[in-house]
């Protein structure tokens, strides 16, 4: 394609290396086809484009003309990306111009063809032709995969697109006109611009104020977005500035960007850890509602208690004693609110019951590092009852907290603490917290 045309300037012998200040005048011109566009057919076109892709496309210009002017003057003494910018830009429109009143008909064609890529978005395809065009502008020096690499170059190209900017060489309404162009050209399927056309201008100037395109803004407090009136759902539906309900469902009422941090900061619908979490309850409880699953959950909030006291006791048995004690406490323990006092509760409750006993088949010279958890059992439903065929064994309550309250297995090392024939010893400090 286009090849990088030579330097028009005079060759400077003295002169220090030009400015990278790109020209900031007046000097663009619009190709022929783009004034013709306008003039053709006696019908009144309504132009209207959505409004976010173009924007989106407007936006992307800059960057590619500045990535074709300092690729097209690398390594060059005496050429400056703003000595070429101006050239270079012309060049740029009417390429865009030409190569989009083809690309999709081409397309079409190429199809599944190996060679070309297939783009469908607008924005897809005309990224794709102003990145086809900075390619044919490199020079010879440019071409050098390192430099292409090289994050100097793309600063360069960051700090021309910039100034660009700033000093208003391409101004943004010049662009969009440039653009509504491209995009007619591409959007074949008219999905993202009105094509509606009238027999007179009062017609055209009935239908805009209605037209689908038509350009509206957020009425969200905060929001500037702008686009077009069919996206209008689409846009409430993301706006971060819309006003809506907690997503936990909190009575609270606040703005979508703000939801993520409420939810995990304020909400009182944040799940946080059951406070007997460290002995067992793995439930997650909406911090408003802990009171109410203390009261609810404390019969197994005693349970996980009692598995710390007694490493060795079967479930069934540990559940029977629960109930013992709750009947014995007499609610006393639901003002217990955290595992320091609730545990201290459990135990003097617990003190003033018969010892727990725990029958198993545990053979006497087993030694206790080798205790097999598997070999007791427990006859009958009652822990206390004495088995003959057993040995009776009370546990003491020096202990670390159960894994969980399904736990059948007693952890190996509760067998050192296991005292045969003995009391329980309820004055020992449990290590929970
Ligand atoms: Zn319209
Ligand atoms: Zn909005
Ligand atoms: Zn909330
Ligand atoms: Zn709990």
Known sequence: MM????????????????????????????PENIK???????AFHCDICDAE?????????????????????????????????????????????????????????????????????????????????????????????????????????????????INGFWPVDRREAIVQTLLKNVDVKNEYHCNMKFETAEELALHV?????????????????????????KHDSV?????????????????????????????????????????????????????????????YHILYILQGMYKDAPDEVLKERVDQIEEK??????NAKTVRSLTSKVKDVDAKLPPLVIETKKEEETSETEAKPESREVSGTNGNTENAAGTKE???????????KDSEEAPEATAENSVKGSEVDTKNETNED
């Open 53 to 165: 892709l173009l924007f989106k496309i407007t936006q992307a210009l800059l960057p590619g003309l500045a990535t074709a002017c300092v690729d097209n003057t690398t390594g060059g003494v005496f050429r400056s990306p703003g000595s070429v910018a101006a050239d270079i830009r012309k060049e740029l429109v009417e390429y865009l111009t030409q190569r989009t009143e083809t690309y999709v008909a081409e397309s079409v064609v190429q199809e599944g063809g190996p060679e070309m890529e297939v783009f469908d978005n607008p924005y897809d395809i005309i990224a794709f032709l102003i990145d086809e065009f900075a390619v044919s502008k490199r020079n010879l020096f440019s071409r050098v995969s390192a430099l292409l690499l090289s994050e100097r170059r793309e600063d360069s190209i960051d700090d021309f697109a910039q100034q660009m900017e």
């Open 329 to 334: 406490a007499g609610g006393r323990l639901a």
């Open 209 to 233: 104020p209605t037209c689908s395109f038509r350009v509206m803004t957020c009425e969200n407090e905060g929001c500037d977005a702008r686009f077009s009136a069919n996206k209008v759902e």
């Open 3 to 30: 090849e990088a045309s030579p330097s028009t300037e005079p060759p400077a012998t003295t002169d220090p290396p030009p400015t990278t200040e790109p020209p900031s005048g007046d000097v663009e011109n619009l």
């Open 239 to 299: 706006c971060p500035f819309k006003i809506i309900p907690c997503e936990q469902k909190c009575p609270a009422f606040l703005i979508r960007r703000e939801m993520d941090r409420h939810c995990i900061t304020v909400c009182p619908m944040k799940l946080v850890n059951c406070p007997f979490f460290s002995v067992g309850c793995k439930t997650g409880v909406p911090s408003c509602k802990i009171e109410e699953h203390q009261s609810q959950e404390l019969h």
């Open 394 to 404: 009370v546990v003491n309550s020096e202990s670390a907290p159960p894994s969980s």
């Open 36 to 42: 013709d566009a306008k003039e053709a057919g006696p």
